[in-house]
Structure formats: C-alpha cells, structure tokens
C-alpha cells in the first residue's frame, strides 16, 4: 500500500511568486491534515479536510494561503504571494478517522514533506 | 488543550531499554496520548496511542498511570536506528484531529 506522498520534495522560488504543493493521500483515508515546519520551530497545525470539506482552518496563518481538496482525493497547498517568512517544511498527514471500532484520528500517517525556501 | 512536558534530550547505547517520560498535569477526560517518531528530513510517524494503564504493540510499550498525569514510552532494546526525535501529544480522539507537537525529545542512541 502507498503512503503519503508529496510534490515537489523541495521548491525554491523568489518572494512574491506562487507556489502549489501537492498531497496524495493515503487511499480510503476521508482525512487529510497540512502542516509545516518553520526554522526551529515546532509543527504547527494548519489545515485539516474530512473528504473535500474544510472541517478546520484554524491554523492557517493568512489569506495567501489557499488550500482545496476537489473531489476528496488529492489535495493542494497554494500560497500566493510567496513572503520570505513562508520558507520552511510542509507536511501533508492522512488518516482513516473512525473506523467502525475506534477512533484513530491521531494515528496520522505523514508524507516525507515538501521543502519551501523563499529567497 | 492540553500541554506536554518533555526531556529535551535522552542519550542511550545499543541494547539498552530506554523509558522517556512525558508530563500532561491538564489532560482532558477524553484525550489520547499519543506517540510519534521522526527521523531527520521525514514526516513523524505514529508510533503508539493508550488511554490508560498499559499499551503494547510490536514496536514500544506505554504506560499511563491512573491519574494519566504522565505517560511513559518505552522502547525496549534499543538499536542505533532508534535515534530520533519523539513527540508525546495529547489529543482528543473524536472530531477533532489536529495533533499538536512540542519540541520532542531527541534520542541519541550510541554503540
């Protein structure tokens, strides 16, 4: 079975472009969480979907950060304008939630993550 | 929500079983503790989950006390590849989700 898998593993763009990561869920998984890392910080929380609806946001740091789940499969990451202070790593996590037995939201299986530096 | 404490750092050899231990004084009623591992340049990845008393799977050992004011991880015999990071997270098990890291504990394990 395919884990979670992220695209690009590493992007370097100038400040005021546009980036779009990308997530493959694991298959079957109806949740899908983003999170990132910043220069010596801890993860942080951003985004998490239950199929293709936004169950919560509240992490996300501003409005040029976009992120859509069209269709409750794949999911992007776009930021738009790219500020120097986005650099860092995203982490993309899948899991299945209940499932029929348990709750296993936090047993979160993560992608490899996609590094941003912003110059 | 609930706030972890622990170790910074742990040091260990080869063979040896190595317990850390993470405070949670303000677990919620219906939290998880939970248990991920992260190597350098990879997504933690989850290790185990109890709720109370005594967790075992193929990989560590967790052991909550009844007051679940702390919890420890257990790894038993630990190898070289153990080295890394380890996050305790306290999380609700239902609607919620979203994990919450702290700052880890990282593992030296030396031959």
């Known amino acids: 079975e395919a884990g979670v898998t992220q695209f690009p593993s590493h992007s370097v763009i100038e400040k005021g472009q546009t980036v779009t990561l990308r997530c493959d869920p694991i298959?079957?998984?109806?949740?899908l969480y983003w999170y990132r890392r910043v220069m010596g910080k801890e993860i942080k929380f951003l985004l998490h979907?239950?199929?293709?609806?936004?169950?919560?946001e509240s992490g996300m740091p501003n409005n040029r950060f976009l992120a859509e789940r069209t269709g409750g499969t794949y999911s992007t990451l776009k930021v738009q304008p790219a500020e120097l202070e986005d650099s860092g790593v995203y982490f993309c996590?899948?899991?299945?939630?209940?499932?029929?037995?348990?709750?296993?939201?936090?047993?979160?299986?993560f992608g490899p993550g996609t590094r941003l530096t912003v110059l | 929500l609930a706030k972890t404490t622990q170790p910074i750092s742990m040091d260990s050899y080869e063979g040896q079983e190595v317990n850390i231990t993470c405070s949670h004084n303000?677990?919620?009623?219906?939290?998880?503790i939970t248990w991920y591992q992260q190597f350098p340049s990879q997504g933690p990845r989850f290790i185990i989950q109890?709720?109370?008393t005594k967790v075992t799977n193929e990989v560590a050992s967790l052991f909550i006390p009844a007051d679940r004011k702390s919890s420890t991880l257990s790894l038993p015999r630990v190898s070289l590849s153990d080295t890394a990071v380890y996050y305790c997270l306290a999380r609700f098990g239902g609607s919620q989700g979203n994990l919450i890291f702290g700052k880890g504990t990282k593992l030296s394990v030396k031959p």
């Open positions: 303000n677990i919620a009623t219906n939290d998880y």
């Open positions: 109890g709720y109370k």
């Open positions: 996590a899948s899991s299945q939630g209940w499932t029929g037995l348990r709750y296993s939201y936090n047993e979160q299986f």
């Open positions: 298959s079957g998984h109806d949740n």
């Open positions: 979907f239950v199929k293709e609806s936004k169950q919560d």
